[in-house]
């Protein structure tokens, strides 16, 4: 009987909970790489075509990915923030985001499974579902690191591969 | 007794399979609107830091895209093919863009919702589940538009909004 029942739960989901969170971590995992992958220096300053350096679209993230999960896991709402001390310190940024790894792990379990359907207003201005939402904060974490990935090429730089997570 | 039923049913979901096609759909229309941002000739030959340009990116995905679905719908199985006859013309690749469009919605509804966690090799290569290689096509689509946004602006080129699918 229980083993009819995980079945029957296992198979009718596209894609569980666990898998999505692991999905996700292994994204950030990449992008940690990617970010390692930098010189100090060309993280922080250099740019292609007018846009920002890679260090900027990390801030985005890290300002996305653990509040965003926290809005999400507790409903307190807190403005959009992508702005973080740093000294121009990779290590910083580093750190930061080994924070962040941990804080959405630990909210990640207070998502409830029928929670993703849900109507939410994100950061109090984006409108959508929590799992819109959140794929909308993986898509956007995978076309920023592809970006970097032209800057690190530029450079001269060979970039993680993208399959490894 | 039938609403109790939708409503168990729709909020065990993390995203259901309609979401999820039309979560690539919205991505492959933006995709599409890249290509069409791409001046003809730098389509097929601008790069940056020995890359690829960005046309033979896109017959990536082609390679990937509708015949992957087809696989996991059917269960035949083609190796993989990135080459495409195209005469340095964008317009030939956009109308295989969207026959692959209309392949995929075709192949789509053949997958039956239990089927998302069964195992797979695609394109007799890459092992893994259902779900796991389409978020692969998926992701791998995000990541090298993100490279193409770069080398629209390195052209001073604006790409197409990325939250608009």
Redesign the interface.
Known sequence: METTLNKS?????????T??IN?WQG?RSLTRRTIEAFPEDAFFNHT????RPFSEMVMELLGIAAPGIKEIATGEMAPLNEHFEHNNKKEKLLELWDKATDEINRYWTQIK??Q??NTIKIFGQYEGTV??SI??FI??E??????G????????IEPPA??ER
Not at 48 to 51: A, R
Not at 142 to 147: A, D, K, M, V, Y
Not at 149 to 156: E, K, T
């Open positions: 739960t296992k198979t009718h989901q596209v894609i569980t909970p898998q999505l999905h994204h292609i075509g007018g846009m499974p029928d993703f359907q799992q819109s794929f909308y898509d956007n995978i076309h920023h690191r592809g970006q990935y032209v800057y690190l090429r530029s450079l001269g993208f399959y």
